[in-house]
Nanobody, 123 residues
Framework: VQLQASGGGSVQAGGSLRLSCVVS????????VGWFRQVPGKEREFVAG????????IYSESVKDRFTISRDRARNTVFLQMNSLTPEDTAVYYC?????????????????WGQGTLVTVSS
C-alpha cells in the first residue's frame, strides 16, 4: 500500500498550488481519501476529505471556499487544488487512506498515510 503525495513548493500569498496523491497497492474505489497538514510543533489537522466516488467532500473551515479536493478514478489520484494561499497555509501536507463510505475529519478513520509534501507560502 502506497500513497505518494507531491506538488508542494513555495508560493507567494494569493497564489495557487495543486497537490497530487497517487495511490497504489489497494483498490482505490474501496476507500475514502483525506488531506491533512502539520506545522512543526503543532498537531496535525484535517484539511479536506472525499468519498470513494467523489460524490461527497468535506473541508475544514479554514480552507473552505479556497481549496477543492477531487479524485480521478482512472488515474488512482486525489488532488487538492489550493487557491488564495496565505502564510497560515504553510505546512507539510499529507494524504491518507480512510475507512468508510463518507469522508471523515478524524485521524482514527485513516489507516495508511503518505510521506507528506511541503507547502511554503510567503507574505
Amino acid at each position: 500500500v502506497q500513497l505518494q503525495a507531491s506538488g508542494g513548493g513555495s508560493v507567494q500569498a494569493g497564489g495557487s498550488l495543486r497537490l497530487s496523491c497517487v495511490v497504489s497497492g489497494f483498490t482505490f474505489d474501496d476507500y475514502i481519501v483525506g488531506w491533512f497538514r502539520q506545522v512543526p510543533g503543532k498537531e496535525r489537522e484535517f484539511v479536506a476529505g472525499i468519498s470513494w466516488n467523489g460524490g461527497n467532500t468535506i473541508y475544514s473551515e479554514s480552507v473552505k471556499d479556497r481549496f477543492t479536493i477531487s479524485r480521478d478514478r482512472a488515474r488512482n489520484t486525489v488532488f487538492l487544488q489550493m487557491n488564495s494561499l496565505t502564510p497560515e497555509d504553510t505546512a507539510v501536507y499529507y494524504c491518507a487512506r480512510g475507512i468508510g463510505s463518507y469522508p471523515a475529519r478524524t485521524e482514527n478513520r485513516y489507516d495508511k498515510w503518505g510521506q507528506g509534501t511541503l507547502v511554503t507560502v510567503s507574505s
